[in-house]
C-alpha cells in the first residue's frame, strides 16, 4: 500500500496496522459518517475523492475540505469521547482502506512505541488540515488576505 500517511511507521506496525483493515467501496454520494455519530472505523483513501463538511444550524453542510488518493479519512477515532468532528460524504467512487479503530486503540496499547508514532502521524493531519482552515477564513473574512479582520462600525 503506498499511502503518505503510514510512511514513517516503524514496518513491523504498519503490517499490523494493515492485518487491521480490509478494502471497501463507497459509490459517489455515500455519506460515509456524519458529525457526531461514533468513530469506530477510519480510512485510508487508495481512489476516489471524499469531501468533508461541517452542519451548521439551519443550513446545508459545507465542505471544509476534500480528501483523495493516501490521505486520512478519519481521526476522531484516537481522541475520546470517539464521536466524529464532521461529517464525510463521497464525492467520486472511493476505494480504500477501512480500519477498525478500537482493534488499532489495543494494537497501540499493546506496543507503545507504535502508538505514539501513529498518534504523531495522526496529529500531523489534524496540524495540516487546522492550518489549511485557517487560511480559508483568512482568504473569506480578511481584506485582502492581509489576516486582519475588519469590524463593523
Known amino acids: 500500500m503506498n499511502s503518505t500517511f503510514l510512511h514513517g511507521l516503524p514496518s513491523e506496525g504498519r ?3 494493515m492485518a487491521c483493515s480490509h478494502e471497501v467501496s463507497f459509490p459517489a454520494g455515500t455519506r460515509i459518517f456524519d458529525e457526531g ?5 477510519f480510512w485510508i483513501i487508495r481512489t476516489g475523492a ?13 465542505t471544509v475540505e476534500t ?11 484516537l481522541v475520546p469521547p470517539y464521536d466524529w468532528r ?4 463521497a464525492f467520486s467512487l472511493v476505494r480504500a482502506h477501512d480500519f477498525d479503530a478500537k482493534a488499532v486503540r489495543a494494537l497501540c496499547d499493546l506496543d507503545p512505541a507504535f502508538g505514539l ?3 504523531r502521524r495522526v496529529l500531523e493531519v489534524v496540524a495540516r ?5 485557517r487560511i480559508r477564513l483568512l482568504d473569506l473574512y480578511a481584506p485582502h488576505g492581509s ?3 475588519q469590524v463593523p462600525q
Open 117 to 119: 508514532a501513529l498518534t
Open 67 to 77: 480528501l483523495g488518493h493516501g490521505d486520512l479519512l478519519g481521526w476522531s477515532w
Open 147 to 149: 489576516g486582519e479582520m
Open 37 to 41: 455519530d461514533p468513530a469506530d472505523h
Open 129 to 133: 488540515r487546522l492550518q489549511a482552515t
Open 50 to 62: 471524499v469531501t468533508l463538511d461541517l452542519q451548521a444550524h439551519g443550513r446545508r453542510a459545507t
Open 15 to 17: 503490517d499490523r496496522l
Open 86 to 89: 464532521l461529517g464525510a460524504e
